[in-house]
């Protein structure tokens, strides 16, 4: 199978940043995505419904002309947001979802939750009208090791969580572990997950190979080969409760290449071939169409694209480094780049 052609599909998991950096890369994700899950962690958040409204017009201003793209927004939960504005956002269309970051795990968090009782009163109004719970799950307690973070969150705060709201629908976001995997398989039909391209092509040895590698340090951080190989397993598995979501995440290069350097992969120029190598390595293409196209307009219960993209085998090389607004982001795949290449994008 050397082409492969597939309704258009779609990222459940992307930050686009804004303003010069905004610019320069929507287009890669437009390219490739007929729509993407917006995340809201802008400085300061996404909280309110105008603003998801004026950060939406300010992508779509952002999107090349005859490209057609469709942002999919999200609000970000801060203790004791207002159910109401929350749920305003959702019947008016504005926010397809609500993402949950604990106060200080990841990059612009310092907003988030501090604890999941702040937002039980949210989180009971978005299970009675069906809005889903988008999750960076990790805890930040400085005493779990980095690399448990996740598997200590599903214990201490998703299940209870799923116990407490069994009709709440979450999305387990970038999920980096065996156990978030097996978590995901072993719940009932309200509990999905994404799983990004680096995670299933890196694992935490990439971080320190011949020397400290910022440019793959991302949160949750890679775990070792035994639970990337649990992510490939799940991702070509054809279980629709995993689906494609790339958590790029884009930072200029002295913000990544410093004494306290950003957590966040920019995977957005090559997102659609280095998920096409994957699947080819596992001699599952024809599952692909599913994992990118399929499984998650049906958990959002939005229509499959009409369009289609094609994919071929073949080289496809990677730039160096992507100029925004002055400064430079180094991509993920950069000098390597992936064994297939998108088409018609
Ligand atoms: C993200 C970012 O930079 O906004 N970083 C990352 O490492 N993934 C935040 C996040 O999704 O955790
Ligand atoms: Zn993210």
């Known amino acids: 199978m050397d082409r492969l052609s597939i309704p258009m599909p779609d990222d459940w998991h ?18 490739q995505f007929a729509r993407a899950i917006i995340m809201p962690n802008l400085v300061p958040p996404v909280t309110t419904v105008a603003a998801a409204i004026a950060y939406r017009d300010r992508i779509l201003a952002a999107v090349p002309p005859g490209v057609s793209f469709q942002p999919l927004m999200t609000c970000y939960l801060t203790d004791g947001i207002d159910p109401d504005e929350v749920a305003r956002g959702f019947e008016a269309g504005v926010w397809v979802a609500a993402k949950l970051y604990p106060a200080h795990a990841t990059t612009n968090s310092a907003h988030g939750v501090s604890a999941i009782q702040a937002i039980q009163p949210v989180l009971e109004r978005m299970a009675t009208i069906g ?20 598997a200590v969150f599903i214990q201490r705060v998703l299940r209870p969580l799923t116990e407490a709201l069994p009709t709440l629908r979450i999305v387990l976001e970038h999920i ?3 156990e978030a995997v097996a978590f995901v398989e072993q719940s009932g039909p309200t509990i999905a997950a994404t799983i990004t391209a ?27 080969e035994t639970h990337r190989l649990e992510l490939r397993r799940a991702a070509v598995s054809g279980n ?22 950003c ?42 694209n009409d369009r289609t993209l094609t994919l071929e085998r073949g080289p496809t090389d990677i730039a160096e480094r992507i100029e925004a607004g002055g400064a430079f982001i180094v991509p993920f795949g950069a000098g390597t780049g992936f064994a297939w290449r998108v088409l018609n994008g």
């Open 14 to 31: 992307v930050h686009v940043r804004d303003g010069a950096m905004m610019q320069a890369v929507v287009p890669y994700t437009a390219r």
């Open 131 to 150: 809005m889903p719970l988008l999750v960076h799950g990790e805890v930040t307690d400085r005493h779990v090791d980095i690399f448990d973070r996740e």
């Open 176 to 178: 980096t572990t065996a």
């Open 198 to 224: 680096h995670h299933l092509i890196i694992n935490r040895n990439a971080l320190f190979e011949g020397g400290i590698r910022p440019h793959l340090y991302c949160l949750p951080v890679a775990k070792r």
């Open 240 to 261: 629709p409760k995993f689906f494609l979501g790339t958590d790029s995440a884009p930072h200029p290069t002295h913000a990544k290449e410093a004494a306290c350097g």
């Open 263 to 304: 957590a966040g992969i920019f995977s957005a120029p090559a997102a659609m071939e280095a998920y096409a190598q994957v699947f080819d390595e596992e001699a599952k293409l024809p599952r692909l169409e599913g994992f990118a196209s399929r499984f998650g307009p049906a958990f959002y219960r939005l229509p499959v």
